[in-house]
Structure formats: C-alpha cells, structure tokens
T-cell receptor
Framework: EPEVTQTPSHQVTQMGQEVILRCVPISNHLYFYWYRQILGQKVEFLVSFYNNEISEKSEIFDDQFSVERPDGSNFTLKIRSTKLEDSAMYFC????????????FGPGTRLTVT | GQSLEQPSEVTAVEGAIVQINCTYQ??????LSWYQQHDGGAPTFLSYNALDGLEETGRFSSFLSRSDSYGYLLLQELQMKDSASYFC??????????FGAGTRLTVKP
C-alpha cells in the first residue's frame, strides 16, 4: 500500500540553525500539507500546498517557515532560524483531492531544538 | 477564530459502545473529520462528514449537525486496540484542517 515517507525520523539542531524536513507524498496525490504536534498536545495545521502554491497557512507559519516542491516527488519544510519552541513532531500529509479528501499522514520527524 | 471542544478522556470496557462529542465554532466551515492517533504514531483518517447525518464505516460511525455546530464519533463493539486518542477536525474552505485537543479513549477488559 502506498504511504507517505518522511526523513529524517529525528533531527536535533541548535537554536538559530536552519533545518529542512523532507517528505515524499504518495505518488498520485496532488495536495500536500504540513502539521506539527508539540508533545502531548493537539495536531496543529501549518500549511496546505497545491499546484506549486500555498493554498492556506496558519498563524504559526510565519516568515521563518517555507515550503517547496523541488522536484516531482519531494515536498520540504524549511525553518530558517529555529527556536526552542519549534521542538515538536512534524507531520507531512498528502491527499488525492482537495477539501474533504482523506489525508494520509507520514510517520513524522521529531525535531529537537537545543 | 476557531474553537473545537471535545472531552479530554473517556473510559469504556471491551464490547461497549462509546460516543465522543465535538462542538465547534468556526468561519468558512466545509466539513468535519475524525482521526485516530495511537501513542507515538501518526494520525489516521476515520471519517468525514460534509452534510448533516450519519456516516457508517464498519464499527465506527460519525454524525454531523451543521445547524448545531456539533458532531460525534460513535465506536461500537470496542476492542482493546481502539485505545488511542481521537481528534475531531474542521475543514475550512482553504483546505486547512484544524484539530481539536483530542479525546483519549481507554478500553478496559
């Protein structure tokens, strides 16, 4: 069964450093998303992406964040200058269609900022 | 702004039926989804309601009342493996999905 994959599974970085989290969505999916989940808390929407453009972004997704689909398979989330409060699990998801379609989540990347 | 309310914890025994309620306040509402998340795992899709009424998928059903800004997830014939967190999530017209705080379900033998 096709699945969303994410690398790395765990990333440790120092405050102020840039990180890039990578995702490979399911191959025939057209809509891509990033979410984060601080330990023990709810899943928070960051951004949705379609046709090489951001469709919607949350208040969390400020100028420190950016997304890119650099080729036909990868979808990346970049955090320019990490802060301690960026420590969280970051989930990538993809869906075949837009609003209302089932979103398939990857296993997540645990980001630890020290 | 948006807000979703769901109970923080529910406990039930194997074989029982449990209902997890979700009330929401949001603008630009398109539909309500439910996701399951086991500890250390990723959220997995359970159901989606865009119209009023009940959607049934095996042991799980989900209900939506748009006029009441209310929905619920019904889990029947509970099994131990159903112990997990359950999140309701509102879908906005911008294809953004906003999650509630989650309900931790514990199924006891």
């Amino acid at each position: 069964e096709p699945e969303v994959t994410q690398t790395p599974s765990h990333q440790v970085t120092q405050m102020g450093q840039e990180v890039i989290l990578r995702c490979v969505p399911i191959s025939n999916h057209l809509y891509f998303y990033w979410y984060r989940q601080i330990l023990g808390q709810k899943v928070e929407f960051l951004v949705s992406f379609y046709n090489n453009e951001i469709s919607e972004k949350s208040e969390i997704f400020d100028d420190q964040f950016s997304v890119e689909r650099p080729d036909g398979s990868n979808f990346t989330l970049k955090i320019r200058s990490t802060k301690l409060e960026d420590s969280a699990m970051y989930f990538c998801a993809s869906s075949e269609g837009g609003v209302g379609y089932e979103q398939y989540f990857g296993p997540g990347t645990r980001l630890t900022v020290t | 702004g948006q807000s979703l309310e769901q109970p923080s914890e529910v406990t039930a025994v194997e074989g029982a039926i449990v209902q997890i309620n979700c009330t929401y306040q949001t603008s630009g509402f398109y539909g309500l989804s439910w996701y399951q998340q086991h500890d250390g795992g990723a959220p997995t899709f359970l159901s989606y309601n865009a119209l009023d009424g009940l959607e049934e998928t095996g042991r799980f059903s989900s209900f939506l009342s748009r006029s009441d800004s209310y929905g619920y997830l019904l889990l029947q014939e509970l099994q131990m493996k159903d112990s997990a967190s359950y999140f309701c999530a509102v879908i906005g017209e911008g294809n953004d999905m906003r999650f509630g705080a989650g309900t931790r379900l514990t199924v006891k033998p």
